[in-house]
């Protein structure tokens, strides 16, 4: 079956600019969780989707923001864009929302949006 | 917060040659996930450790749980070129679908 698909793969934008990233998850897949990757922090939570309602949040400013649709898809926004949201944008699909190394519960990981903000 | 600190952050080495990579906190985990990651991809999960001094093994990776739960070990025997990659261990965020993610562990093996 297919795995989880992000569009665009690379993106380019100027400070101030918002950005709009989209994520499909594998069929069956109703939950989606966010992460930003960075050389310098390592990946980092940002958010994660269920049923349409955002369940947790990690801790990120309000400029960046998600939603998930009917059919799960999600998408996340980053507002004002500042030079250090240079990174990739990675999401995770699972089955559902539980504990997080549950066995029962895998997340799988789409290749990511690169996004450079110049 | 708990953080995860691998060691060694860089590491390359011949084709052939064994290698351990360390996961350690100093917070007690309930389990711990090994993934590796390929360049333009996403991380993918390797395996899951549950129970402390637990020992799993995936060919000629060998992943290692502390009996504390706070340290865990990737032993990989005679490295080769598809090995490349970076390592990460992650832990339960505490939240619903949260992981953290370790610091990383860049692997080069050379030919």
């Known amino acids: 079956k297919a795995g989880v698909t992000q569009t665009p793969r690379y993106l380019i934008k100027t400070r101030g600019q918002q950005v709009t990233l989209s994520c499909s998850p594998i069929?069956?897949?109703?939950?989606v969780s966010w992460y930003q990757q960075t050389p310098g922090q390592g990946l980092q939570f940002l958010f994660e989707?269920?049923?349409?309602?955002?369940?947790n949040k990690g801790n990120f400013p309000g400029r960046f923001s998600g939603r998930q649709f009917s059919n799960s898809r999600s998408e996340m926004n980053v507002s004002t864009l500042e030079l250090g949201d240079s990174a990739l944008y990675l999401c995770?699909?699972?089955?559902?929302?539980?504990?997080?190394?549950?066995?029962?519960?895998?997340?799988?990981f789409g290749p990511g949006t690169r996004l450079t903000v110049l | 917060t708990q953080l995860l600190e691998q060691s060694p952050q860089f590491l390359s080495i011949q084709e052939g040659e064994n290698l351990t990579v360390y996961c350690n906190s100093s917070s007690v985990f309930s389990s711990l996930q090994w993934y590796r990651q390929e360049p333009g991809e996403g991380p993918v999960l390797l395996v899951t450790?549950?129970?402390?001094?637990e020992v799993k093994k995936l060919k000629r990776l060998t992943f290692q749980f502390g009996d504390a739960r706070k340290d865990s070990s990737l032993h990989i025997t005679a490295a080769q070129p598809g090995d490349t990659g970076l390592y990460l261990c992650a832990g339960d965020g505490g939240a619903t679908n949260k992981l953290i993610f370790g610091t990383g562990t860049l692997l080069a093996v050379q030919p």
């Open positions: 995770a699909s699972s089955i559902t929302s539980g504990r997080a190394l549950s066995p029962y519960n895998e997340q799988f």
């Open positions: 450790v549950v129970t402390g001094g």
């Open positions: 989707y269920f049923s349409e309602t955002q369940r």
């Open positions: 069929s069956g897949h109703r939950s």
